[in-house]
């Protein structure tokens, strides 16, 4: 049997690896049209920023190590210009020699991955503007940040311009996780940064108000964030430099232009192969990764998979899923029945000394779905004992559904032990757990790492008291013009406090029952949540009407509109 497999980044070099395991008389040939394989790119801004400090870092493996170790065919500048799939054949294209020959498959597997939107806007070709894909592109950036100090005094090579200086200004377009990494990273160098994001907020997956905490800190660390905005041409300025104009009229200038606007799936194959095209413009395969064509797979960042939540047809451009599926495809062409479960989205990006998580549904899909079936809870546990030095607060986002308990989803946004409560929710999730489940669920605990309650056991408590009706909750934006009591010490109030509530200290709560009404609903708050519960316990078991305020204060900051 001889299969072909075209791209050689992660789901291809995934697929070209695991077939070699399984199958050791099989031949294989994997063709790359760029001149790496199995090369890093969700590590090219670290590259930029100098995290990453050689261009060899990024490289996982190399063509060499296909054919010395795996027995595999590489070829790398070598793109397909045409597939027969009636022929079974494909043509291939030797980009340094520029001979075109023509191979016989028996199983073909495609994985072009997708390409950086680059919308036909004026000046979009000028000089000074990249997008980041490759490592190519990482390294055609880093030497034009470095421009200033290697070129000669006189006329700039790239834009025929006088440069002296090492470029100062950047524009980020777009802000999606290579946006945000690139902003991140390009501040390490020193520029001042702009990043313009068409969308309310950046990290469009988020849920707005957790994205309202990444805002937050990126504009700590002086990003200068421009929001509902998008960039409607670019221009050359008078000295060389960049000038971004957006749909609003503010004018930007730049030194260097970075587009993260987004991806979309190569089709180019698929339309050369025949198969099918979803509705999402991705490759349509099933879940064994088959095409419309059984004689064709197709892996990774081009292909539609199902949502694990909500079963609707998806585009995730990740890594880890490209390399599942790069497996599987593998495993089915060598005769085992392995199968994609569907994707949950679980991402995580660094943003300066913090960093931002997601798994599963967010609250803005479920809502565009028509769901209703669903409940939220803020909660803002340490990420460790208190005790122990170092212990960073946490916001977590969870969502869950209120007939069955069943967890829907998660974001976590923190400085120190996101990855691992992110990774709790989504083994989770995948296994089909609830929020009892969370409860029960036994995690490592030591001072340094977490605590006897760990913040997953934490929002399983939660959300268990809120299904069994011990802890009625509402929403900030849902509070109106209902009886607020907040149950803060009079302190907290000198540093924030709400118009009109009423303040009873949850110690003297008791002996005070009587300034509150019997006929009204009481909305109990705190700082975080937890002395509200301990109040709404109380009033409801003295013949009140109470709810907590889902967050507290602390929710309050990001979920109601400044």
Not at 86 to 112: A, F, Q
Not at 187 to 199: A, K
Not at 357 to 379: C, M, N, P, W
Not at 514 to 535: H, M, N, T, W
Request: hydrophobic share 40%; aromatic share 6%; charged share 25%.
């Amino acid at each position: 049997m001889k299969v072909i497999i075209v791209g050689g980044v992660a789901g291809g070099a995934s697929c070209a690896a695991r077939l070699r395991r399984l199958d050791e008389n099989c031949e294989i040939l994997m063709v790359e049209r760029g001149p790496y394989v199995s090369y890093a790119n969700c590590g090219l801004p670290y590259y930029v920023g100098g995290s990453i400090e050689k261009e060899s870092d990024l490289l996982v493996a190399t063509e060499a190590t296909f054919r010395e170790q795996f027995a595999i065919d590489c070829r790398t500048r070598c793109e397909v210009v045409g597939i027969s799939s009636d022929e079974k054949t494909v043509d291939l294209k030797n980009h340094v020699t520029g001979e075109v020959t023509t191979e016989h498959y028996d199983k073909l597997v495609l994985s072009p991955g997708a390409a950086p939107i680059r919308p036909p806007l004026p000046g979009i070709d000028l000089p000074g503007i990249f997008s980041v894909r490759t490592v190519p592109d990482a390294r055609h950036i880093s030497e034009w940040l470095e421009r200033g100090t290697t070129a000669p005094a006189g006329m700039d090579k790239y834009t025929g311009y006088q440069t002296v200086t090492k470029p100062q200004r950047a524009v980020i377009v777009g802000g999606g996780f290579i946006g945000v990494e690139m902003a991140e990273n390009l501040v390490h160098r020193g520029l001042e940064v702009t990043l313009i994001e068409r969308g309310s907020h950046v990290m469009p997956p988020l849920d707005p108000e957790m994205a309202k905490l990444v805002n937050g800190y990126m504009t700590r660390h002086g990003v200068r964030l421009e929001l509902g905005d998008g960039v409607a041409e670019f221009k050359q300025a008078a000295n060389g430099a960049l000038e971004v104009v957006t749909g609003s009229g503010e004018s930007h200038m730049a030194d260097i232009v970075i587009l993260a606007i987004g991806v979309r799936p190569e089709t180019a194959l698929a339309e050369m192969a025949g198969v099918e095209i979803g509705e999402r413009r991705g490759f349509r395969v099933d879940e064994q990764m088959q095409t419309s064509n059984p004689d064709i797979y197709a892996v990774g960042d081009a292909v539609e998979v199902k949502d694990f939540i909500t079963g609707e047809w998806t585009l995730v451009a990740l890594a880890g899923p490209a390399n599942r599926q790069g497996r599987i495809a593998a495993d089915v062409i060598a005769g085992r029945d392995s199968r994609y479960r569907g994707t949950q989205g679980t991402s995580i990006c660094q943003i300066f000394e913090a960093a931002i998580a997601q798994t599963g549904v967010s609250e803005k899909t479920l809502s565009r779905l028509g769901e209703t079936d669903f409940e939220k809870i803020y909660l803002y546990p340490n990420s460790h004992a208190g005790y122990y030095p170092g212990a960073k607060m946490l916001a977590i986002k969870v969502l869950f559904r209120k007939s069955d308990g069943r967890l829907l989803g998660a974001q976590v946004l923190g400085e120190d032990g996101v990855a691992k409560r992110i990774d709790s929710f989504a083994m989770a999730i995948q296994m089909g757990c609830t929020i009892y489940d969370l409860e029960e669920s036994e995690l490592c605990y030591a001072p340094p790492f977490g605590s006897a309650k760990d913040p997953v056991n934490f929002a399983g408590f939660v959300v268990a008291d809120i299904l069994c009706d011990d802890m009625p909750i509402t929403h900030w934006p849902d509070v109106g013009a209902g009886f607020l009591l907040d149950v803060r010490n009079p302190p907290e109030l000198e540093v924030e406090s709400v118009s009109g509530a009423l303040n009873i200290p949850l110690p003297e709560l008791r002996d005070r029952l009587d300034e509150l009404p019997r006929d009204k609903e009481i909305l109990v708050f705190c700082r975080s949540g937890q002395r509200a519960y301990y109040a709404t316990r109380i009033l409801n078991q003295k013949g009140f009407k109470a709810r907590d305020v889902a967050g507290g204060m602390l929710s309050r900051s990001h979920t109601v509109s400044s």
